[in-house]
């Protein structure tokens, strides 16, 4: 029998927050590099990596198990461009990346931490969308989805009152009617089979 993951992970735990980052080793420009924050078994990133086989695909997760089995399946399918690393990502993002390096990012189907006490595990902040604008490059994007309506909305708000760092490219306070890639993670999939609305917002760095 496998190894039981737990579905959600406190970020907050002590042994998280005592961590202290590295840079991570990256292949040199002008290689585009995209990256997946919370990346779960990167189902998303496997049907991208073959689509962009120039970029190089890596997957942020804090859970270690999920982080080998992503990497051990990479390698099964020869899928060179694409890898997991384990990773802190609200605070640890920062120390990972060289500013203006990263071509797009994509943060689908965060854990929405529904309870009032708990909304402050959740990932996207104001201070994490300051990192993200600092870490792409001009022009680079970010792709939000979720099927939950309220994660959504707050996430829209955070990005939207940081009208200096982002455009919205369905407009102000608008939301995405498409999937703009062609590539879906085990999360996006299960919403569609159920008849689930999925919000999106795609932004570009300004």
Same mark, same amino acid.
Request: aromatic share 8%; hydrophobic share 40%.
């Given at each position: 029998?496998g190894?039981?993951?737990? &579905?959600?992970?406190? @970020? *907050?735990?002590?042994? %998280?927050?005592?961590?202290?980052?590295?840079?991570?080793a990256?292949? #040199?420009p002008?290689? #585009?590099? +995209?990256?997946?924050?919370?990346?779960?078994?990167?189902?998303?990133?496997?049907?991208?990596? #073959?689509? %962009?086989?120039?970029? &190089?695909?890596?997957?942020?997760?804090i859970?270690?198990? =999920?982080?080998d089995e992503?990497?051990?399946?990479?390698?099964? =399918?020869? !899928?060179?461009?694409?890898?997991a690393?384990?990773?802190?990502?609200?605070?640890? =993002? +920062?120390?990972?990346?060289? $500013?203006?390096?990263?071509?797009?990012?994509?943060i689908? %189907?965060?854990?929405?931490?529904f309870?009032?006490?708990?909304?402050k595990?959740? !990932?996207?902040?104001p201070?994490?969308?300051?990192?993200? &604008?600092?870490?792409?490059?001009?022009?680079?994007? !970010?792709?939000?989805?979720?099927?939950?309506? $309220?994660?959504?909305?707050?996430?829209?708000?955070?990005?939207?009152?940081?009208?200096? *760092?982002?455009?919205?490219?369905?407009? @102000?306070?608008?939301? =995405?009617?498409?999937?703009?890639?062609?590539?879906?993670?085990?999360?996006?999939?299960?919403?569609e089979?159920?008849?689930?609305?999925?919000?999106?917002?795609?932004?570009?760095?300004?």
């Amino acid at each position: 029998m496998g190894k039981r993951i737990r &579905h959600h992970v406190n @970020p *907050l735990r002590s042994e %998280f927050l005592k961590r202290h980052a590295e840079p991570l080793a990256l292949p #040199p420009p002008p290689t #585009p590099i +995209d990256v997946e924050l919370g990346c779960a078994d990167a189902r998303f990133l496997f049907e991208l990596a #073959p689509q %962009f086989p120039e970029r &190089h695909h890596l997957g942020l997760e804090i859970r270690e198990p =999920l982080v080998d089995e992503v990497n051990e399946k990479a390698r099964a =399918l020869g !899928l060179g461009n694409l890898e997991a690393r384990f990773a802190h990502i609200n605070i640890e =993002l +920062d120390a990972l990346f060289p $500013d203006e390096r990263l071509a797009r990012v994509f943060i689908n %189907f965060p854990d929405p931490w529904f309870k009032r006490r708990h909304k402050k595990r959740r !990932l996207v902040t104001p201070e994490l969308i300051e990192v993200i &604008h600092d870490k792409l490059a001009p022009d680079g994007e !970010l792709l939000f989805q979720s099927d939950v309506w $309220d994660l959504a909305l707050d996430a829209l708000a955070v990005i939207e009152n940081a009208p200096t *760092l982002f455009r919205n490219v369905a407009g @102000p306070w608008s939301f =995405l009617r498409e999937n703009p890639y062609r590539a879906k993670s085990l999360r996006e999939v299960r919403c569609e089979e159920r008849g689930m609305r999925i919000w999106r917002m795609l932004y570009r760095r300004l």
